[in-house]
């Protein structure tokens, strides 16, 4: 359980309105009046970081999918297999952190299903500032440069903008979150096209009516 202590250094440590904790529960505070993000600040293992940066972006997981949280381990491990990433201690890493980070926001979500995205980037996708139009979205890039994020009170480009490092989840508050007014807190992709960077993003969002997206 996170104490408000903790909220508070964070907060102090961070742009305005985004909480950084070291352990997962952490994430609660996107909970907390006025935190519009929630970073879980961690270091990606020197093995698993070689690991992904080095596969060969063809075999790089991609899928999107609605599922329940609870079928996320298999249904990844599927998609590793269908995209031809070579069986190993790493690729079993991979799997069993997603399904981890799925089971961590479906219960901060209070929800029982998820969609679920991975996406290999190599262009600007979603570089434009934004808030997106759902109640509240975890991102976390697994290789290359993390989501980028500032705050905005006009709509505007922000003037500071912050990096989150690779391999750190993100919780962000979407337009739906009912707190009023918002934050202000906008994110984008960094843009990379003609870099020669590809990037591994993992993308879940809370599905309150599994019904509807059937």
Request: proline share 7%; net charge negative.
């Amino acid at each position: 359980m996170i104490t408000d202590a903790l909220v508070r250094e964070t907060l102090r440590d961070a742009a305005i309105g985004v909480g950084v904790a070291e352990t997962p529960e952490g994430l609660g505070t996107i909970a907390k009046p006025g935190c519009a993000a929630a970073i879980w600040r961690r270091q990606p293992l020197p093995e698993f970081q070689s690991w992904i940066d080095g596969l060969d972006a063809a075999e790089l997981p991609q899928a999107r999918v609605c599922l329940r949280a609870v079928a996320v381990r298999d249904a990844v491990t599927e998609i590793c297999n269908a995209s031809g990433a070579p069986t190993s201690p790493q690729r079993d890493r991979l799997v069993d952190d997603i399904a981890a980070i799925a089971d961590i926001f479906a219960g901060l979500m209070r929800v029982r299903w998820l969609r679920l995205r991975l996406d290999a980037v190599t262009t600007n996708a979603c570089h434009g500032f934004h808030i997106d139009a759902v109640t509240a979205r975890l991102v976390c890039t697994y290789r290359g440069t993390g989501t980028q994020y500032g705050i905005s009170t006009d709509g505007a480009q922000p003037r500071r903008v912050f990096t989150v490092p690779t391999g750190a989840p993100i919780l962000l508050r979407g337009t739906l979150w009912p707190e009023r007014p918002r934050s202000g807190l906008l994110h984008r992709s960094p843009p990379i096209e003609g870099t020669g960077e590809t990037r591994l993003v993992l993308v879940l969002d809370p599905v309150f009516e599994p019904e509807e997206e059937v």
